[in-house]
């Protein structure tokens, strides 16, 4: 079925929030281990959280780290954990569950990062260009945005992103308005079943851009027609080649490593991926018959014999 409508993710996918995020976490969540069970910092590096915990909500990491899950090679050890009733009765939370607990620090954690959000953030390279287009070929109402972030954090990230290039807004507030195809799914356990539940939009008509390994297997879930492209554009990204293959793995259906060709991916999707129809890429793309390298751009033509 032809691609009429497109659901994007947020973080990672149009704005470069990842590294702020979890350089933010890193330092709040070794603070946390530091002050309730220090320990536990003998088994970690300094940027432990960062490199373990990409595209996991707050959150969930709160609560990893209160059940000692830092997803190191020995597996889950309690011992590493926080002690839950010390760090509830600290929050004037006595008695309350891991899930509040965890829900009530992220919310502390996930201020602060609005906060620097306001002022640092940046889109992803790419982004304003790659959304200009795809609101002409598309129609800007078949365009929307659904991410796993806080309505707070979504809305300010949404209004204040800056395009890095040019140091002016991203505009991603114009592409995606408040309303319906502003979705914030946070809490809930798929933010695509809710935002399909929701729109009313129907998913094999859909495309769905995600960074994730979650986010592709949220997007596939139960959706078999739906699309899904993959993107490591973000700098969060350093080694693009494996990313993209896990993508690939996950259910993506090709992966970008630009966000300026999006809109040729939709295009190239609608073709059938047919090696006759594949657009003229700027940037490497991978596909599942290339999972183990990549899909180059197209060569420059060879300059003329002196």
């Known amino acids: 079925m032809t691609i009429k409508k497109i659901v994007t993710d947020n973080d990672g996918v149009n704005i470069d929030s ?8 890193d330092d709040e969540g ?11 910092l003998n088994h970690l590096d300094t940027d432990h959280i960062y490199k373990a915990f990409p595209g996991t909500s707050t959150d969930k990491i709160v609560r990893a780290l209160i059940e000692g899950d830092l997803r190191l090679p020995t597996g889950k050890n309690p011992d590493l954990g926080l002690p839950l009733v010390l760090v509830a009765q600290d929050h004037d939370m006595d008695g309350a569950s891991i899930e509040a607990v965890s829900t009530y620090i992220a919310d502390k954690i996930t201020i602060a990062t609005i906060d620097r959000f306001s002022v640092e953030l940046k889109s992803i390279p790419g982004t304003t260009e790659a959304w200009t287009q795809l609101s002409k070929d598309l129609g800007a109402e078949n365009l929307a945005l659904a991410t796993t972030s806080r309505g707070d954090r979504m809305d300010v ?5 800056t395009d890095p ?6 505009r991603l507030h114009e592409f995606f308005p408040e309303g319906q195809r502003r979705f914030s799914g946070y809490g809930g356990p798929n933010k695509y079943d809710a935002f399909f539940a929701q729109s009313g939009w129907e998913p ?8 994730s390994l979650s986010g592709v297997r949220y997007a596939k879930a139960g959706r078999p027609d739906t699309k899904v492209v993959g993107t490591v554009a973000a700098n969060f990204f350093t080694d693009k080649k494996s990313h993209a293959a896990a993508l690939l793995e996950n259910g993506a259906d090709i992966v970008v490593s630009t966000m300026h060709d999006l809109p040729k991916a939709i295009q190239w999707l609608n073709a059938g991926l047919t ?4 657009p003229d890429f700027q ?20 300059p003329p014999a002196a």
């Open 30 to 40: 070794l603070a946390l281990i530091k002050r309730y069970n220090p320990e536990t």
């Open 18 to 25: 990842e590294d702020l995020a979890m350089r933010i976490m």
């Open 283 to 302: 940037s490497r793309i991978y596909t599942p018959v290339a999972r183990d390298g990549y899909d180059p751009a197209p060569a420059a033509p060879a």
């Open 157 to 161: 990230s949404v209004k204040h992103a």
């Open 275 to 278: 090696p006759e129809t594949k």
């Open 204 to 211: 094999s008509e859909c495309a769905i851009v995600e960074d």
């Open 165 to 170: 290039k040019t140091g002016e807004n991203a």
